[in-house]
C-alpha cells in the first residue's frame, strides 16, 4: 500500500497568512494527488485534483504543487471560514489511500 | 445538482450485519464509479470499496475484504454497502462517494454520511 504522511498534522495562522500543508507519498504517485477540505461536522469536499488543478468553483487562495513522492498544498490569504481538516489522497495505485490529515485553526 | 443521500446505519453488536444504502440522484448514477470511505470518531479517512459502473468490478483493501460486499442497482440509482462479521474497529461514520470517473480516481461528490456503531 502506498503510504501518505501529511505535515504539520494541526497549525494556527492569522487571518491573512500564507499557509503551507506538505503530503510525501512512500513511492512515485506522479501527479495522481488530490486535496480535500473537511469542515467540522460536514463531508469533504475535493480542492485540488491532479497535484495542481483548482476545483471548479473553489477560491483562487488555494493552490497545489508537485509530482513524483513531494507535493505541498497552499492557501495564500487564510480566511476565517478556511478553518478544518485538509487531507491529501493519492490514486496511483488501490488501495486509494489518504494522508492523517492537518487540521487548520485561527489564531 | 449532483445529491448522495446516505442510510442505513445504525448499532449493531459484534459479529452482526449491517447494509448501507446510498440514494444516488443529479447525475447519470450508471456511468459513474462509485465508493464508500468512513471515518472512525475522531480520526481521518479510510477508503474501504469501489465498484465500476456496471457492478462488474469490485475492489476492497484488506481490512474489510472478506467481510464487506459493495453492490449498486443502476435501475434504482442506489449504491449498497453489505457490512459482515463487524468489528468494534468498524465503527465510523460511512460515506457514500461519487468517483469523478474510474475507481482509481478522485472523489467529487460526498454523501452525508451514516454512523455505525459495532457495541455490545
Known sequence: DIQMTQSPSSLSASVGD???ITCQASQDISKYLNWYQQKPGKAPKLLIYDASNLETGVPSRFSGSGSGTDFTF?????????????????????????????????? | ?????????GLVQPGGSLRLSCAA???????????????APGKGLE???GISSSGGTTYYPESVKGRFSISRDNSKNTLYLQMNSL???D??????AKLRAAVTSLF?????????????
Open chain 2, 25 to 39: 440522484s443529479g447525475f447519470t448514477f450508471r456511468s459513474y464509479a462509485m465508493s464508500w470511505v468512513r471515518q
Open chain 2, 91 to 96: 465503527t465510523a461514520l460511512y460515506y457514500c
Open chain 2, 108 to 120: 467529487d461528490y460526498w454523501g452525508q454520511g451514516t454512523l455505525v456503531t459495532v457495541s455490545s
Open chain 2, 87 to 89: 468489528r468494534a474497529e
Open chain 1, 18 to 20: 500564507r499557509v503551507t
Open chain 1, 74 to 107: 497552499t492557501i495564500s490569504s487564510l480566511q476565517p471560514e478556511d478553518i478544518g481538516t485538509y487531507y491529501c489522497q493519492q490514486y496511483e495505485n488501490l488501495p486509494l489511500t489518504f494522508g492523517g490529515g492537518t487540521k487548520v485553526e485561527i489564531k
Open chain 2, 47 to 49: 477508503w474501504v470499496s
Open chain 2, 1 to 9: 445538482e449532483v445529491r448522495l443521500v446516505d442510510s442505513g446505519g
